[in-house]
């Protein structure tokens, strides 16, 4: 079994973007309608500018799929860029001046030219496209174990939803995110932020937000607080941040943490015996400010993470910034652009958490096929909850286990 990792690659105004991702166990059947479905959702949401009317995102596997299932080789997926036009010098002159906020300024000089046309290119969050088929791809995955992602967006400026998130309402807030232009449950918040937007672009101005994404049904233990490399939420913390104009991360409470003492932070313990049988082994917790992760690793309660993504750096009245060949105040150019991404970059984050849960996983059950990547997962649960275990280190026989339950 190799590490679930993912890779991806293409110029935003390339022939196509590529994702490649190994250590998928063999025999995991493809939801090509949820892959798809998912590219179509981070197309869409309120302020989206004019590359998503060309854009008609959907994967085709290359490799490690036949039939519909994992052959347990590399996976690899395109999604084709519509709008294909970097050698096109008309279609893509160069840039001069950068954008503050954008990659533009530090990838000229970080690649030794004063034009910012082949950063900006590099940079674009239209790779977010082919990580989010990955973190698809990884929820089919998921899925098989009862593991489900939400994400929305949880607010915008001055608007915020107090909208609650649980596994019991989830199927009503999917459909209410869903029929929401701006992917939020709450149709008064949606409102809101819509006329935000709206005042954005008449101000050619830009706005950004937060997104929330919820992870229910993980088992206790997926992660390390051993190894700090494999900190749950220092892996999700990384990903989440490198969505492109991500600025903060959350994990529960977050920065919030710092202005309680520990008796109103820390999520009392409780054992409740009917909901053993669940992932969580029946311990249950009233709140959930540790955001389902302690020393690192789940702790059976859903994984609660919040992204702050700052306001898109292309504005279309530009903003102070100088010529990189003359060095002479200049305003920033204007490329065209989104007035407000945040929809968009909740179903990345969606999907950019799902895949870290499942990297972790992977670790955690190991195997090379579906039936023992279960077998995997069932053994470990059950002996979960079997514990106290006889012997430190060895397991009660299956019989007595039986007749006692
Ligand atoms: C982006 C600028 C816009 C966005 C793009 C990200 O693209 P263009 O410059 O082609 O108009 O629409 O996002 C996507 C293309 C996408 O698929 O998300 C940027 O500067 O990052």
């Not at 954008?99 to 969050?125: F, I």
């Not at 490329?335 to 870290?356: G, H, I, K, T």
Request: charged share 25%.
């Amino acid at each position: 079994m190799a590490a679930l990792t993912l890779e991806t690659a293409g110029e935003s105004h390339g022939p196509a973007l590529t994702t490649l991702v190994r250590g998928m166990p063999a025999g995991l059947e493809i939801d090509l309608d949820l892959i798809n479905g998912e590219l179509k959702r981070r197309q869409g949401g309120y302020g989206r500018g004019g590359r998503q009317r060309i854009e008609s995102d959907a994967v085709t596997f290359l490799a490690g799929v036949r039939r519909g299932r994992t052959t347990g080789a590399p996976v690899v997926m395109q999604i084709p860029n519509r709008d294909s036009r970097l050698d096109d010098l008309e279609r893509t002159p160069p840039v001069y001046r950068p954008r503050p906020g954008h990659a533009d300024l530090a990838g000229s000089v970080k690649w030794l030219t004063t034009d910012c046309r082949e950063t900006l290119e590099r940079a674009s969050a239209r790779e977010t496209a082919a990580r989010s088929a990955g973190g698809a791809l990884a929820r089919c995955l998921l899925r098989e174990f009862g593991i489900e992602v939400f994400g929305f967006v949880r607010g915008m400026l001055d608007v915020q939803t107090g909208v609650a998130v649980d596994e019991a309402n989830l199927p009503s807030l999917r459909a209410a995110r869903d029929a929401s232009e701006v992917y939020c449950p709450d149709p008064d918040a949606s409102r809101a932020m819509i006329d935000r937007i709206r005042q954005a672009k008449v101000d050619k101005d830009t706005a950004g937000g937060w997104a929330e994404v919820h992870v229910f049904g993980c088992p206790i233990g997926l992660g390390s607080c051993v190894h700090f490399e494999e900190k749950l939420d220092g892996r999700l913390a990384g990903a989440v941040m490198s969505i492109q104009a991500f600025k903060a991360v959350e994990i529960g409470l977050g920065r919030a943490c710092g202005a309680r003492p520990g008796s109103q932070v820390h999520d009392p313990i409780a054992f409740d015996p009917a909901e053993r049988s669940r992932p969580s082994l029946g311990f249950t917790r009233v709140t959930n400010h540790a955001g389902g992760l302690e020393g690192g690793m789940t702790n059976g309660m859903p994984v609660v993470v919040t992204g702050t993504m700052k306001p898109i750096s292309t504005l279309l009245r530009g903003l102070p910034s100088v010529d990189l060949n003359s060095k002479q105040p200049e305003h920033s150019a204007y490329e065209r652009s989104d007035v407000c991404a945040l929809s968009a970059a909740s179903v990345v984050m969606e999907n950019v958490v799902a895949f870290e849960i499942a990297r972790v996983f992977r670790t955690k059950f190991g195997g090379d096929s579906m039936p023992e990547v279960r077998a995997g997962y069932e053994a470990y649960l059950d002996l979960a909850r079997r514990l106290p275990l006889e012997k430190p280190g060895e397991a009660p026989p299956m019989e007595a286990e039986q007749t006692e339950r």
